[in-house]
């Protein structure tokens, strides 16, 4: 029972049909290139527990062993000292606050960088989705092509036989027919790219598809990219490094606590007197502040201030390019809905004249040329018809895109 389970488990997930959005779904789970974004983010978040523990004391053990010669009264011959020292940081000037605010931010970024990564490879799948659609709706058209041409080249062969027909039109019927055959082959080749990039993309296979559409566009509010943000979040994070470096120009309050237990050997001895102690402990508070160092923390924080407006300067090019692309989107979508209905009026018209030139063939009123370019006309139509509904799907998913929005919401 087990074995026929196994023998039939891989035919039953490779039979099924999978939807536009479980395709998007199962990519956000297991695409490796989300999956390394998302250990990005806990790396970051691990980052930010450091930057917290700075806060809190230190703690340290240490010993050490020495051996002196020739020994005298105070300095014996062989010393052993152990030591256990609390530090504590009273004040930084701002230091472990600006780098717990830098290290939240790059993880705010981290976050922003997923999420303009998961809405990219949505867009990825969209396309591959419906470019695969146009492959096999070519497919199609090709294949009824090849169909009628097939019956096409045995009637005028009967014909031929008849004495009704010359060589030459089945010789230009059959090179047709060959030639269809060949673009066939191209198609199923694309075919065949487009499952395999979008098996690559989704970790599903694809060979049945269940069909997908976006909602049509309408009060969609624009919003800035997850990408833009996360170049917001980056420049605050370089600005908090920047202050992070300031802070050593501010005074550094430090209180430490040091015991220590010692034992001697190899002593030199004087009556009457013990000048050696066995433990000690110790309080120290410094303060020390940075007077001069020739600008080189000035200078380092400075520089560090000019990444952040290159970075500025960048997020103003890209909330502009943002917005046009998105005034662009809206157009192209207006462009595509007038090409559709003009390929459905093409396609029409194509399926009258050839349905009309086919009775007229059939019985010798025109010649194979007239019918091969009217059916050549109706397989072009029916191909760009198909073609222009699934770039509009494609349109709608790069408008919803450059909206600020993720196209995965708005699919039905």
């Given at each position: 029972m087990r074995i026929l389970l196994g023998l039939f488990l891989p035919l039953t997930i490779f039979a099924q049909s999978y939807s536009l959005t479980t395709l998007v779904?199962?990519?956000?789970?297991?695409?490796?290139?989300?999956?390394?974004?998302?250990?990005s983010i806990k790396a970051k978040q691990e980052e930010v527990k450091a930057a917290k523990s700075a806060y809190w004391p230190t703690v340290d053990i240490g010993?050490?062993?020495?051996?002196?010669?020739?020994?005298?009264?105070?300095?014996p011959g062989e010393i052993s000292a152990a030591y256990?020292?609390?530090?504590?940081?009273?004040?930084?000037?701002?230091?472990?606050?600006?780098?717990?605010?830098?290290?939240?931010?790059?993880?705010?970024?981290?976050?922003?960088?997923?999420?303009?990564?998961?809405?990219?490879?949505?867009l990825e799948i969209v396309r591959n989705y419906y470019g695969l659609q146009k492959h096999r709706a070519n497919i199609g058209?090709?294949?009824?092509?090849?169909?009628?041409?097939?019956?096409?080249?045995?009637?005028?062969?009967?014909?031929?036989?008849?004495?009704?027909?010359?060589q030459e039109e089945v010789d230009k019927l059959q090179a047709e027919y060959d030639s269809n055959n060949y673009a066939m082959a191209n198609a199923k080749l694309e075919l065949l790219r487009s499952e395999?990039?979008?098996?690559?993309?989704?970790g599903l296979p694809v060979k049945r598809l269940k069909k997908s559409y976006f909602q049509e566009p309408k009060n969609v509010e624009f919003e800035i990219f997850e990408n833009i943000k996360m170049l917001q979040a980056n420049a605050n994070a370089i600005g908090e490094n920047a202050n992070a470096i300031n802070a050593g120009y501010k005074p550094q309050v430090n209180?430490?606590?040091?015991?220590n237990k010692y034992h001697y050997d190899d002593t030199v001895s004087l009556p009457g007197f013990d000048l050696l102690e066995d433990e000690q402990n110790s309080l120290t508070i410094s303060v020390n502040m940075r007077l001069f160092d020739n600008g080189r923390m000035s200078?380092?924080?400075?520089?560090?201030?000019?990444?952040?407006?290159?970075?500025?300067?960048?997020?103003?090019?890209?909330?502009n390019e943002q917005e046009m692309n998105f005034h662009l989107?809206?157009?192209?979508?207006?462009?595509?809905?007038?090409?559709?209905?003009?390929?459905?009026?093409?396609?029409?018209?194509?399926?009258?004249?050839?349905?009309?030139?086919?009775?007229?063939?059939?019985?010798?009123?025109?010649?194979?040329?007239?019918?091969?370019?009217?059916?050549?006309?109706?397989?072009?139509?029916q191909s760009r018809y198909k073609e222009t509904l699934y770039d509009y799907e494609i349109g709608k998913s790069i408008y919803y895109y450059y909206a600020g929005k993720d196209p995965k919401e708005f699919i039905r």
């Open positions: 779904d199962n990519a956000n789970k297991e695409n490796k290139l989300i999956k390394a974004k998302e250990i010993a050490n062993q020495s051996y002196i010669s020739p020994s005298t009264v105070v300095n256990a020292m609390v530090n504590v940081e009273i004040y930084d000037g701002g230091r472990k606050s600006a780098l717990l605010s830098a290290k939240r931010y790059e993880e705010e970024a981290a976050s922003f960088e997923k999420s303009a990564f998961e809405k990219s490879i949505t058209a090709l294949e009824e092509r090849s169909t009628e041409l097939k019956e096409q080249i045995k009637r005028v062969k009967r014909f031929k036989v008849a004495g009704l027909a010359t395999k990039n979008l098996q690559l993309l989704s209180l430490s606590d040091t015991y200078k380092e924080s400075e520089s560090v201030k000019y990444q952040k407006l290159a970075l500025l300067s960048e997020i103003e090019y890209a909330e989107s809206q157009k192209n979508l207006e462009t595509i809905r007038t090409r559709l209905k003009s390929a459905k009026s093409a396609l029409r018209a194509a399926k009258s004249t050839y349905d009309a030139l086919k009775e007229k063939f059939e019985v010798g009123l025109i010649d194979n040329i007239a019918f091969l370019d009217a059916l050549t006309q109706k397989t072009l139509a």
